[in-house]
């Protein structure tokens, strides 16, 4: 079993920063890729970035690109979303996710375990 606790989620002016933290708890020893994810209120849940086992590989959504970057710290059970030049457009429940078979992946039911959100909003 693996938990995963977002935090450093709040309110931010259009064009400031935060950053993401994903903390993982559990069994955390497998080899396993991860995912940020947002959610807005009446949308889908929409790929944000996503990151290999080995920090390799890393994959973003073409609304964030340039914006945001996903890292990860094994060693602290760790992953991170920074967030820079936040737009309104980014406001929505954040939730990051693990894999354990996929090294990047896009859809959200390729992931098997998911934290519990963090909300973001970007006001104008």
């Known amino acids: 079993q693996v938990q995963l606790v977002e935090s450093g989620g709040g309110l931010v002016q259009a064009g400031g920063s935060l950053r993401l933290t994903c903390a993982a708890s559990?069994?955390?020893?497998?080899?396993?890729?991860m995912g940020w994810f947002r959610q807005a209120p009446g949308k889908e849940r929409e790929f944000v970035a996503a990151?290999?086992?080995?920090?390799?590989?890393?994959d973003y959504s073409d609304s964030v690109k340039g914006r945001f970057t996903i890292s990860r710290d094994n060693a602290k059970n760790t992953v991170y979303l920074q967030m820079n030049s936040l737009k309104p457009e980014d406001t929505a429940v954040y939730y990051c996710?693990?894999?354990?078979?996929?090294?990047?992946?896009?859809?959200?039911?390729?992931?098997?375990?998911w934290g519990q959100g963090t909300q973001v909003t970007v006001s104008s």
């Open positions: 996710a693990a894999d354990f078979l996929a090294v990047v992946a896009r859809s959200p039911g390729e992931y098997d375990y």
């Open positions: 990151i290999s086992w080995s920090g390799g590989t890393t």
């Open positions: 559990g069994r955390t020893f497998s080899k396993y890729g």
